[in-house]
């Protein structure tokens, strides 16, 4: 079983920046891909990036060029940095965990970003 707490949400106005993290325990952190997914109300969940165990990492186009997904193994912890913050990104985000091997997936509670001027 692994636990996921993020933290690091809040409101921001456009074109700011915010930086979340996702501290994990539990299991094994390295034998896990990582993502951050968003949720904003009425619509489905997205994933946003991912950190594989191969040391990719893959971002959905909403991301690429202002998010940036890092994490680091010796902490358990993964980061989402977000710059240029839009309205559209006002969103719940979660953490997630996944083990293709094992079959596992887990979830954080997800943190709150608000994007509005």
């Known amino acids: 079983q692994m636990q996921l707490v993020e933290s690091g949400g809040g409101l921001v106005q456009p074109g700011g920046s915010l930086r979340l993290s996702c501290q994990a325990s539990?299991?094994?952190?390295?034998?896990?891909?990582m993502s951050w997914y968003r949720q904003a109300p009425g619509k489905q969940r997205e994933l946003v990036a991912t950190?594989?165990?191969?040391?990719?990492?893959n971002y959905a186009d909403l991301a690429k060029g202002r998010f940036t997904l890092s994490r680091e193994n010796a902490k358990n912890t993964v980061y989402l940095q977000m710059n240029s913050l839009k309205l559209e990104d006002t969103a719940v985000y979660y953490c997630?965990?996944?083990?293709?091997?094992?079959?596992?997936?887990?979830w954080g509670q997800g943190t709150q970003v608000t994007v509005s001027s």
């Open positions: 997630n965990a996944n083990n293709h091997y094992i079959l596992r997936s887990f």
């Open positions: 539990g299991s094994i952190f390295s034998r896990y891909d």
């Open positions: 950190s594989t165990t191969g040391g990719s990492t």
